[in-house]
């Protein structure tokens, strides 16, 4: 690739290379590549030390990766500004707020300027003539010098390296169906034949090259094709040519002079495609959500996403995140049924069952099975492995403008293999936040909060039957022992209108106690309206390191948590608290400020109710790490087993006393259990013997 006339100029689609003004800049060791080749992709945009080192290391993250990104770096810089001086600010790899950035024209990039290109010639098919279409096919083509990202190290380049790779082989495809609609078959069948080597399983570079040698005069070699692709799919996934090959075959057999092309295709006088029939057009979504109110802004933040579907260069992929309860999927269905007209080729809706309340969680195979089936795939056709079907997907969907929606992923394992290519647009939901999908695949993410207060007694009002029209400070009321929880709210809202006999203050007061409060907001025994229910299957998912902090935050489920009171509580050290801090909120169990954290109201309640499942020795001893206020004389012994755990006489209004309040018991209640451990009379039975 040349480099006249431009400053920088980075090659990807090959071996990693950049010149500087003309001349070759040596870019260093593997990882040091697969650094520039990470921020060149993204040139112009601020690229974060998180998402590097998720690009170099993958999960396996060392413990130096946060040093070696600033080596490189470093080296990079060198290498890009050799003059620059120690002091002066790098203008073209320059440290920003939360990341970095390479200061580069994209176009100045060969896999960016490649898929602007393409893009310019798939627009000229359309009402370019052939020739100019022809063009700027090889124009873009040309940009290739062996295989994308070669030998760069690291995810983020394997996945970039296999998305390029597939856009190159569209591109072929796009180009050999113009050279045989303007009876350049001679011309295509060497650019087809190694593409057909490059990848054997891609059924329709094989049928444009049994195409481009039938009508080149070869007929032997088509049908020795054909043979050959169907031993390949045979031994390898188990299937059968698709019917498009199958025809082909049967007509070149037949002698059929006049062969038609692949739909898409340029064709004379606009013939119909080689086996054309018409793909379903599902429309799978589920009704949007009864009463569905506010998240205005979550909304428009979610159009603006797709509205910058230009940029894109892959299918645009967006995850809502959320905690259980939340309303993550009636957000998302009120989103997707607005926008069903922009994917005029339909809309797809799978449960992936994440939370387990609706059955085990599906597989990513059992998902494209679903996919597959609604897409109207042959089930002999049907590839058996997990690799074989997210192929078929991805071919099935390709030129196609679909909405896929994936309702309450579990992990990113599960989510990845149903991401297609091109033009569809790909939106789920989860009770995790799922980072690396973000860093690895570009998917865009938005936490939904709980409603506010106003929207919150809206919903109630709405869904009440009328009760609490008239009642405003009722509804707010509620609405704030809900917490802002939609799960929760329909619950209380079916709850009024159920008991019409009831005095509206006679039912709010029953909410307003927390030691019912979750037995109330289930509806009989249907798990799916159960607020306990939903908050019991997060905390199955949770790592069991995460689940026995959680247990030990349930004994202050009240006010901020920081790291020092959560490692006091666990018992462990600040490092690794704060880690599984962390891993909560990814969960959607806490919620970060900043470096604080706080539970949710409810799920505070809840949280109370899986701290009794600690020992309760364990319990009194982790109140008790909390602090050891100044000593107090201790009361007169009595014949209780824990005489010392008396109550406070009442909780006094300042903050600060409080605190020592509880401080004060905890201490307390640790001399007792101390006691009680020495006193023969008085130490459990089970733990004498020993």
Known sequence: ????????????????????????????????????????????????GEAITSALWGSETPQTAANGVHTYVARLRRALEPGRGSRVASTVLSSEPGGYCLRLDPADVDATLFVERHGHARRSREGGSAETTLRLYEDALALWRGEAYAGVPGPFAATEGVRLRDLRLTAVEEWASVMLATGGCAEAVDTLSRAAVEEPLREKVRLLLMLALYHAGRQAHA???????????????????????QDLHRWILAGQRELRLPVGSITPGGRPGLGATALPVPAQLPPVARGFTGRDTELAH??????????????????????????????????????????????????????????????????????????????????RDP??????????????????????????????????????????????????????????TLTVRPLAVDE????????????????????????????????????????????????LGTLVEQYTTESGRLDRLTVGDDALASVRDAFETSYQALPSEAARMFRFLGLRKDGPITVPVAARLADTDHTTARRLLDVLA?????????????????????????????????????????????????????????????????????????????????????????????????????????
């Open 302 to 383: 979610l159009e603006s996403l797709l509205d910058d579907e230009p940029a894109q260069r892959s299918t645009p992929v967006i995850v809502v995140d959320g905690p259980a309860g939340v309303g993550k999927s009636a957000l998302v269905l009120e989103l997707a049924h607005r926008l069903a007209h922009r994917f005029p080729d339909g809309q797809l809706y799978v449960d992936l069952c994440g939370n387990g309340l609706r059955g085990r969680p599906l597989s990513a195979s059992d998902a494209l099975l679903h996919l597959l089936t609604s897409l109207g795939a042959d089930s002999n056709r049907i590839p």
């Open 586 to 690: 990814a969960h959607h169990f806490l919620e970060e400020h900043g470096p604080l954290f706080r539970l949710h109201d409810l799920l505070g309640i809840y949280a109370a109710e899986c701290a009794e499942r600690e020992p309760m020795l364990s319990r009194r001893a982790a109140l008790a790490r909390l602090g050891d206020p100044p000593p107090h004389p201790d009361p007169p012994r009595a014949t209780a087993p824990y005489p010392d755990a008396a109550p406070e006489p009442s909780s006094p209004a300042d903050p600060g006393e409080a605190y020592a309040v509880v401080l004060r018991r905890a201490a307390v209640l640790r001399r007792a259990a101390f006691r009680q451990w020495d006193d023969p009379a008085t130490r459990p039975t089970d733990l004498t013997a020993r």
């Open 223 to 245: 049908l020795a094709v054909y043979t050959e692709t169907r031993q390949l799919l045979r031994r390898e996934l188990g299937i059968e040519p698709g019917a498009e090959l």
């Open 456 to 503: 919150a007694a809206q919903l109630l009002t709405t869904l009440s039957g009328g009760r609490l029209s008239a009642h405003p400070e009722a509804a707010r009321r509620l609405a704030a022992l809900c917490g802002g929880l939609p799960l929760a709210l329909r619950i209380t809202a079916e709850g009024l209108l159920a008991n019409p006999g009831v005095p």
């Open 387 to 444: 690799a074989g079907r997210a192929t078929l997907f991805r071919s099935l969907l390709y030129g196609r403008k679909m909405l896929v929606v994936l309702d309450d992923a579990l992990s990113v394992d599960q989510l990845r293999p149903l991401l297609p290519r091109g033009a569809s647009c790909v939106v789920a939901t989860s009770r995790q936040r799922f980072a690396g999908l973000a860093a690895r695949d570009g998917a865009r």
């Open 1 to 48: 690739m040349t480099c006249t006339g431009a400053t920088l100029r980075i090659q990807l689609l090959g071996p990693i290379r950049a010149w500087r003004q003309g001349e070759e800049v040596a870019l260093g060791s593997p990882k040091q590549r697969a650094v520039l080749s990470l921020l060149a992709s993204r040139a112009g945009e601020v690229v974060s």
